[in-house]
């Protein structure tokens, strides 16, 4: 083996960690008529990190959130769920709309907590829109009860399904840094599926690259930034959303990675198989 | 002038022109059968005929209502059991009210029961099909978020279904009321002693033209009054409450 390879670690690289397994996929497949679907997806998510799910449309990102959070069954592989409370954000808010924002966060607490309700409203900015019905909210507040209603409850695993694909750039951007602050401080485990390459290098610390017909992992990309206390430095998340965007065109994530494609083992490309 | 309000002026004027043509054995005048319509409620006659047609039309209605959200629920929980009813609810439809009647007759003679069969036979298929279509309707997002937060059923049901429901059956009860009024003034006309479709026909029966007149117009009234003053405000009552718009 050459210096080079010897010296070379390579920053998209998984890492292993200590953190406790909260969820474990083991060659999931869900294919539905027509073709859409996964196909034996492969993942681990531990307490206290972010992996992203990112690809473009129609890759399976949505299904496998579904799957996850037992809304569909997978055909073949097993999914072993080591967590206790699992909360969610959804692409749509889905808020009760003849409940006020309390109201919705109070609703999935058990005996009603109002003032934990209280206090995850306050936690997103939202004092002072308590009271109010969700059609009175503007988009990005409606997302916001979302989040609220999602961390009060205490997840230990939390799934995010596009939850920012329909906010303004300036809601988006907030509502992100507001996620990665809260979910830095609760050591949530999460699972953030977007087809938005930049949110996901801000946020995730690993991402699973998927293509598409049935969905299938192409890379799992570890971020170089990942464990970086505070504002995440800019250089590195742009250079890890530029290999996430190579990731998902099918090229290498590193061109500096002097691994061949092979033997990379944040590349995984699965071998073609006839679909059943 | 409000759109209701200049509807029924319309509708009034084109009858009072229409009434000049015409002999009044045919067409009486609106001040005539007005007139007729003030003595017959000072006499009494018509407020006991319309105590009895009220009960006939809030029984059909309320029991229409009960069991069209009963079996619409249903076939919510058990799809099978939609297929099941569906060519019972076609044979209902299809079935014109005169064969509700007679059948009514045989079977629970000449009362009160026919004219109430037939409300039913007419307004429970509107109401369950609304329950039916309303409950496939809900939306599939907020069903996904009360799997995953575990919602228990009673909370689903509660929070979830019965305000949704409540907006498309307060559409649905309009029309099954509507429905139940016009077909047990219908019914009662032929199968019963008493109520105002039985005081139209006797009116027909007697050439009290005038009469017959100022049933009609009662009956088109209290309808109204039915609509404007018990369905219209409990629509937008619930309105109020779940859309918040």
Known sequence: MSDLQTEFRCPFEDSPSDAPDLLTLEGVTRIFPGGQGVKGVDLVVRRGEVVGICGASGCGKSTLLRLVAGREHPDEGGIRRDYHRLGMVFQEPNLLPWLTALRNVELVLSRRDRVRALEALHAVGLEGAEAQYPARLSGGMRQRVGIARALAMEPDLLLMDEPFSSLDYFTRTDL????????????????????????????????????????????????????????????????????????????????????????CPSLRTPPEETLP | MAPPAAGLSGLLLLWGLASLQLPAAILPTPWDVAGRLGSLLGEGALWADTAVTLRNVLLAFFLSLLGGVFLGLGVGRWPALGRALHPVVVVVEAAPHIAWLVLAVLWLGIGAGPPVLVGVSMALPLVYMATAHGLSQVD??????????RLSRWTRVWYIFLPHLALTLTGAASSALSVAWRSVIMAEAFSSDAGLGQSLWGGYLYGAIDDVYATILWIVLLGLALEYLLIDPVRHRIERRLRHE
């Open chain 2, 140 to 149: 599939q997002g907020l069903l996904d978020m009360a799997h995953v937060y």
């Open chain 1, 176 to 263: 992100l840094e507001l996620v990665r602050t809260r979910v830095r401080a609760l050591d949530l485990g999460v699972i953030f599926v977007s087809h938005d390459v930049r949110e996901v290098a801000h946020l995730c610390d690993r991402v699973l690259v998927m293509g598409r017909t049935p969905g299938r992992t192409l890379a799992e990309l570890r971020n170089p930034a990942s464990g970086k206390q505070g504002r995440r430095p800019p250089g590195l998340v742009a250079r890890f959303e530029e290999r996430v965007l190579e990731a998902i065109r099918g090229g290498h994530p590193s061109a500096a990675c002097p691994a061949s494609s092979e033997s």
